[in-house]
């Protein structure tokens, strides 16, 4: 695999998160916040893929802007639905309207445990309990995890949504993400990074 650097870009009404990946001459972006494919653009960037942490609506918001600019494919656990959008419950929350461009999924994950794409390997864990399509991603050969909302610098994903699950997200994260080295950089949703050792040892939801 080649060398990469990450470029991170936070967008919308919630600072959503999401993460370029620059591995040689390919472009992976990691979730779609608001804003996301203008700033692509601004940076002259060909992006060769989309893949979702989730389909929450602040995730996803840019990918069908970032489906008509690039033409790219999009990776996710399962196709899309207003249940995982929850688009009709963030309009009664924020009082406004929160439709979507269209876009479609071309490559599903459920089942699937990791992703050979060209200058970049990386090994997908379901940790459902935020959502029931939540993913995270380790990139391979670096201690580096793409988080999503399952796990953040001092929290965990809400799970007072349809479909939340609080027990099933703190089982996911003490059996699936506890196994990774302490020094893994977890890149989250929303907020600063964190690192595996630092989460175990002071996250107040995980004590």
Same mark, same amino acid.
């Given at each position: 695999?080649?060398?990469?650097?990450?470029?991170?870009?936070?967008?919308?009404?919630?600072?959503?998160?999401?993460?370029?990946?620059?591995?040689?001459?390919?472009?992976?972006?990691?979730?779609?916040?608001?804003?996301?494919?203008?700033?692509? $653009?601004?940076? +002259? @960037? #060909?992006?060769?893929? !989309?893949?979702?942490?989730?389909?929450?609506?602040? =995730? /996803?918001? *840019?990918?069908?802007?970032?489906?008509?600019?690039?033409?790219?494919?999009?990776?996710?656990?399962?196709?899309?639905?207003?249940?995982?959008?929850?688009?009709?419950?963030?309009?009664?929350?924020?009082?406004?309207?929160?439709?979507?461009?269209?876009?479609?999924?071309?490559? $599903?994950?459920? +089942? @699937? #445990?990791?992703?050979? !794409?060209?200058?970049?390997?990386?090994?997908?864990? =379901? /940790?459902? *309990?935020?959502?029931?399509?939540?993913?995270?991603?380790?990139?391979?050969?670096?201690?580096?995890?793409?988080?999503?909302?399952?796990?953040?610098?001092?929290?965990?994903?809400?799970?007072?949504?349809?479909?939340?699950?609080?027990?099933?997200?703190?089982?996911?994260?003490?059996?699936?993400?506890?196994?990774?080295?302490?020094?893994?950089?977890?890149?989250?949703?929303?907020?600063?990074?964190?690192?595996?050792?630092?989460?175990?040892?002071?996250?107040?939801?995980?004590?």
């Amino acid at each position: 695999m080649a060398d990469f650097h990450i470029e991170p870009f936070c967008g919308g009404l919630f600072q959503t998160n999401g993460y370029l990946f620059r591995c040689g001459d390919k472009n992976w972006l990691f979730d779609a916040p608001e804003g996301a494919a203008d700033w692509l $653009l601004e940076k +002259g @960037v #060909t992006l060769d893929g !989309l893949i979702l942490t989730h389909q929450h609506h602040d =995730h /996803v918001i *840019g990918a069908g802007k970032i489906v008509e600019a690039f033409r790219c494919p999009i990776w996710a656990y399962s196709d899309p639905s207003g249940d995982l959008t929850m688009a009709k419950r963030l309009e009664t929350m924020i009082g406004m309207p929160c439709d979507l461009d269209p876009y479609q999924i071309d490559h $599903l994950l459920e +089942g @699937v #445990t990791d992703i050979n !794409l060209p200058e970049l390997s990386v090994t997908i864990l =379901h /940790v459902p *309990g935020h959502s029931p399509d939540s993913l995270c991603f380790l990139i391979e050969g670096h201690p580096l995890l793409v988080g999503g909302d399952v796990l953040f610098n001092g929290g965990i994903g809400r799970t007072d949504f349809p479909h939340g699950d609080h027990d099933l997200l703190i089982s996911g994260i003490k059996e699936k993400l506890w196994q990774l080295a302490d020094e893994t950089q977890v890149l989250p949703g929303h907020g600063p990074t964190t690192t595996i050792g630092i989460e175990k040892a002071t996250n107040p939801f995980l004590q």
